[in-house]
C-alpha cells in the first residue's frame, strides 16, 4: 500500500514478425519498445486510506500474535502449576496410604493375637482401602497434569 503512493516507471520490449508470409530478414523483422510513466495527481485519496487499513491490519495481526503468544504462556504456567499441585498430592496421598497400611498391619497382628476387636479390625481395613484409592485417584490426576504438561510445553516431538 505504500508502494502504491509512488510514482511508477515501467518499460517494455517487444519483437517479432510481421506480415502476411512469417519470414524472416530486415523488412519483416520488427522491434517496438514503451516507457510508461504513471503519475496520480488526484484519487480521491483512496491509496491514503489503503495506506491506512492496511496499517491497522497489521497492527491487528500483531496484537494477534501478542494475545496467541500470551495465552499459550498462560496456559503454560497453568499447567505447570496444576502439575506441581498434582504431584503434591499424589505424594501425600502416598504417605497417607503407606501410614495407613502400616496401621492395619499393626492392628492385623493384634487381632492375630486375639487383641482387637472386629469393629477396630474393620475401621483399620476400611481406612487402608479409601486411601489406597485415595493414592490411586491422586496417581491419575498426577498422569492427567503430566500430559497437559506435555501438550502444553510441547516436551514430546511430533511423529
Known amino acids: 500500500a505504500k508502494a502504491r503512493l509512488q510514482p511508477t516507471l515501467g518499460l517494455g520490449l517487444e519483437g517479432g514478425v510481421q506480415g502476411e508470409r512469417y519470414r524472416t530478414g530486415g523488412d519483416a523483422n520488427f522491434v517496438m519498445g514503451s516507457l510508461v510513466a504513471e503519475v496520480n495527481l488526484w484519487d480521491g485519496r483512496e491509496r ?61 497382628q493384634r487381632d492375630r493375637e486375639g487383641l482387637v476387636n472386629q469393629l477396630t479390625f474393620l475401621d483399620a481395613r476400611n481406612e487402608a482401602t479409601r486411601a489406597e484409592l485415595a493414592r490411586a485417584i491422586a496417581q491419575q490426576r498426577l ?17
Open 48 to 108: 491514503r486510506s489503503a495506506l491506512v487499513r492496511a496499517q491497522v491490519e497489521r497492527r491487528r495481526a500483531e496484537l494477534q500474535v501478542k494475545d496467541t503468544c500470551d495465552r499459550l504462556a498462560l496456559q503454560l504456567q497453568q499447567s505447570r502449576d496444576d502439575h506441581a499441585a498434582a504431584l503434591a498430592g499424589y505424594r501425600a496421598a502416598q504417605a497417607r496410604a503407606t501410614a495407613a497400611q502400616r496401621a492395619f498391619d499393626v492392628v492385623r
Open 143 to 159: 498422569l492427567v497434569a503430566q500430559a497437559t504438561l506435555d501438550r502444553a510445553a510441547a516436551l514430546t516431538p511430533l511423529p
